[in-house]
Nanobody, 119 residues
C-alpha cells in the first residue's frame, strides 16, 4: 500500500527553476532515506540527491550548488528545489524511499516526472 507520487515537473528555459515534490503514502516515510534519481534518454539512471531520515544530505557533483533536497515529515513529502537549470538536467526524475527498520529494508519508487530544460 506504499505509494510515492511525484509532481512539479515541466518545461523551463535554461537558467530557470522548478520544485519537485514526492508525496508518500503509508507509514514508512519517517523511517526512510529519501532520494531523487534521474534518467535521461540513452543514459543510465543516476542518483541526484539524497536526504536521510536524520536530515543529512548528499548531492551529485553535477548539481551541487544548484539543487536542494529537503523533507517535511509531518506531510510525508520530499522536495527537490532545482535552480539554474541546464539542458543537461533534462530527464525523468524519480523519487525513491529507502525504508529501514530493525526487521527489514525495502525500496519504493515513484512513477517519475518529466523535466525538460530548453536552451
Amino acid at each position: 500500500q506504499v505509494q510515492l507520487v511525484e509532481s512539479g515537473g515541466g518545461l523551463v528555459q535554461a537558467g530557470g527553476s522548478l520544485r519537485l515534490s514526492c508525496a508518500a503514502s503509508g507509514s514508512i516515510f519517517s523511517r526512510s532515506d529519501m532520494g531523487w534519481y534521474r534518467q535521461a534518454p540513452g543514459k543510465q539512471r543516476e542518483l541526484v540527491a539524497v536526504i536521510t531520515s536524520g536530515g543529512s544530505t548528499n548531492y551529485a557533483d553535477s548539481v551541487k550548488g544548484r539543487f536542494t533536497i529537503s523533507r517535511d515529515n509531518a506531510k510525508s513529502t520530499a522536495y527537490l528545489q532545482m535552480n539554474s537549470l541546464k539542458p543537461d538536467d533534462t530527464a525523468v526524475y524519480y523519487c525513491n524511499a529507502d525504508y529501514k527498520s530493525f526487521w527489514d529494508r525495502r525500496n519504493y519508487w515513484g512513477q517519475g516526472t518529466q523535466v525538460t530544460v530548453s536552451s
